[in-house]
Antibody, heavy 120, light 107 residues
Framework: EVQVLESGGDLVQPGGSLRLSCAAS????????MSWVRQAPGKGLEWVSG????????YYADSVKGRFTISRDNSKNTLYLQMNNLRVEDTAVYYC?????????????WGQGTLVTVSS | DIQMTQSPSSLSASVGDRVTITCRAS??????LAWYQQKPGKAPNLLVY???RLESGVPSRFSGSGSGTHYTLTISSLQPEDFATYYC?????????FGPGTKVDIK
């Protein structure tokens, strides 16, 4: 069974840093691109960042470019999101997401999400 | 960046109704369009990808269509479990953008 499990969400002050992790199981992690998608309280979905299966290609939303870094460790079946210079508007539930066996950056598998709160 | 819009933003419907939600892209996305259903406090659930391909396990009352910049999700006969918020997403080019959502609630 495919599972992705996020962790690392916390309360952090503006300007602070946080690293999220996503532990994957039930599939060959190194064969799949992965993404982070977030949802601010009461708001819609926002794709944040994606990374290719090998980690050689990374992609970012304009809202986080230069502040967030996506990475992966295929030996540990784990995806990461390093978030620096956090802003109040980064407050959201962050989901780790994986495509289905079909090609394309759409997401058939999601974690339960981890809450990041940026507040003083 | 490709902007996605959805209409309506919300609708009220009854069980058994036929419901259609529209999604428009700011430029052509060549059928690289997915639809998701999300219930409160839960992660989104993929319904349709590639404009019209139904994800495994999704009931056949859901269907997708469209081309170019105009896409639709149709629920042929609304069921109680379908009351939720629906999002479209383009995956033609980065950043992969979502529509703002359409909330379907009970009339």
């Amino acid at each position: 069974e495919v599972q992705v499990l996020e962790s690392g969400g916390d309360l952090v002050q503006p300007g602070g840093s946080l690293r999220l992790s996503c532990a994957a199981s039930g599939f060959t992690f190194s064969n799949y691109a992965m993404s982070w998608v977030r949802q601010a309280p009461g708001k819609g979905l926002e794709w944040v960042s994606g990374i290719s299966d090998s980690g050689g290609y990374t992609y970012y939303a304009d809202s986080v470019k230069g502040r967030f870094t996506i990475s992966r460790d295929n030996s540990k079946n784990t995806l990461y999101l390093q978030m620096n210079n956090l802003r109040v508007e980064d407050t959201a539930v962050y989901y780790c997401a994986k495509r289905t066996t079909e090609n394309g950056w759409f997401f058939g598998y999601w974690g339960q999400g981890t809450l990041v709160t940026v507040s003083s | 960046d490709i902007q996605m819009t959805q209409s309506p933003s919300s609708l009220s419907a009854s069980v058994g109704d036929r419901v259609t939600i529209t999604c428009r892209a700011s430029q052509g996305i060549y059928n690289s369009l997915a639809w998701y259903q999300q219930k409160p406090g839960k992660a989104p659930n993929l319904l349709v990808y590639g404009t019209s391909r139904l994800e495994s396990g999704v009931p056949s009352r859901f269907s997708g269509s469209g081309s170019g910049t105009h896409y639709t999700l149709t629920i042929s006969s609304l069921q109680p479990e379908d009351f939720a918020t629906y999002y479209c997403q383009q995956y033609y080019s980065t950043p992969f953008t979502f529509g703002p959502g359409t909330k379907v609630d009970i009339k």
